[in-house]
């Protein structure tokens, strides 16, 4: 009988006799876990759903909607090690665990696998009479267990609904915004007015592995005019244990040029957690960093003094990833965030004892130089050490080499 993965829960009647290509996967100069591994795919060639591990186990895989690229997760990979794997086509009995969209349901739409809540993308219209609970999409995480509890802050009526209701969930924005003829723009607040817009969905993917989602959003100065636009992609994994999630953004301007700058608090990049977490946060949040477990309820940030001669703390400065473990719905959960070596530097880190945590940078955007940013989001329930954290960074920002053969 063909053995499969445990935490796939494949369940197959025999592995079809298609053409098979044998992938060497060689991992970087430390171990790494939850591996995303991708592979060219021929032309023409019948796209597989699973890969051969050494030992005859399979794993899951998903071809990419243009054919092109083979995508599976190996569960670890060793410093130096070479796995070959092959490429192969299940023929199910029954159908395994996948992703798939949910219809949009007011104005907003949600990621499942298995049918278990995973990601909801808000993204409704901009209402004027409405403006602060719709000047801004952004993405909302379920708990990777049932998907029950939602982990992340979501949009609020009005500025008065708990505590700082303007942070919501994965977002990315700036608060100091010029461009013009000194016009300014506030897109993590939205005052005066301003707002981000979900325009539409640009491509969706779902399968075995992943589900991915890339939407056009247009940015409006508080004349109502765009003064810049954005291709934003979101995609969870199928992994054991947690959810993996790659968020990017393309950010573009058909204007001179719009500088992007603002405070920690309040510009890059950023999780958002719960509010409940903003009333237990001094008693249950910590935050783990590349140097150590901090204590309860300690914080960090770039400007921590901003009244001091020298405003920087050096320790918020270019981290390669930052997690944060709070409660909330009774469960203790850690988020990992990593940031990619190719993101504009430098990077200038906040955190806060009720779950919201980041990093921004200074950006002039002009036509000829759009903003690319891509990070990794890790969530899980209870804690991690600083190697899980660092093994999960290695295998983002330094992805294996796969050389395929026939």
């Known amino acids: 009988m063909t053995r499969t993965l445990p935490a796939l829960a494949l369940l197959l009647a025999l592995a079809a006799p298609v053409a098979a290509q044998k992938i060497a996967v060689t991992g970087g100069k430390t171990d790494q876990t939850n591996v995303v591994v991708t592979a060219s795919l021929p032309a023409g060639d019948a796209a597989p759903n699973a890969v051969t591990l050494p030992g005859g186990l399979h794993a899951a895989a998903q071809a990419t909607s243009d054919g092109k690229t083979l995508v599976c997760v190996l569960p670890k990979l060793k410093a130096g090690e070479t796995v070959a794997v092959t490429s192969t086509t299940l023929n199910y009995m029954k ?44 993405h909302n995480v379920y708990d990777p267990a049932k998907g029950a509890a939602v982990l992340t802050n979501s949009s609020a009526k009005t500025d008065k609904d708990d505590l700082f209701p303007h942070h919501r969930g994965l977002f990315f924005g700036f608060n100091r915004i010029s461009y013009g003829d000194k016009l300014a723009a506030d897109i993590w607040h939205g005052t005066n007015n301003v707002f981000s817009e979900h325009d539409k969905v640009l491509a969706t993917e ?41 968020w990017s953004t393309v950010l573009s301007t058909k204007l001179d040029k719009v500088r992007l700058d603002g405070d920690p608090q309040h510009a890059g990049f950023h999780f958002r957690a719960n509010q409940e977490v903003a009333k237990n946060g001094k008693d249950n949040t910590y935050y783990l960093r590349p140097d150590g477990k901090g204590k309860i309820g300690d914080t960090r940030n770039w400007d921590a003094n901003p009244k001091a001669v020298v405003t920087k703390d050096p320790r918020t400065v270019n981290l390669p990833w930052n997690a944060c473990s709070f409660v909330t719905s009774g469960k203790r959960y850690t988020v990992l965030r990593i940031g990619h070596p190719d993101d504009p530097k430098e990077t200038r880190g906040s955190e806060r004892v009720y779950g919201r945590f980041g990093d921004y940078f200074e950006y002039d955007l002009t036509p000829d130089k759009p903003l690319k940013l891509k990070y990794r989001v890790w969530v899980q329930e209870g804690e991690m050490t600083v190697e899980q954290c660092n093994a999960m960074t290695e295998a983002f920002t330094h992805p294996p080499a796969t050389k395929v053969t026939k």
């Open 206 to 246: 779902a399968g075995e592995v992943f589900g991915r989602q890339r939407a056009a959003i247009s940015w409006h100065g508080k004349d109502g005019a765009t003064f810049a636009t954005e291709e934003r992609e979101v995609t969870a994994y199928a992994v054991p244990g947690g959810t993996l999630i790659d």
């Open 95 to 138: 159908a395994p665990p996948h992703f798939t969209f949910a219809e949009e349901k007011d104005g907003t739409s949600d990621l499942l696998f298995d049918g278990r809540k995973v990601l909801q993308y808000f993204r409704p219209k901009h209402d004027p009479k409405d403006h602060f609970y719709t000047f801004k999409p952004f």
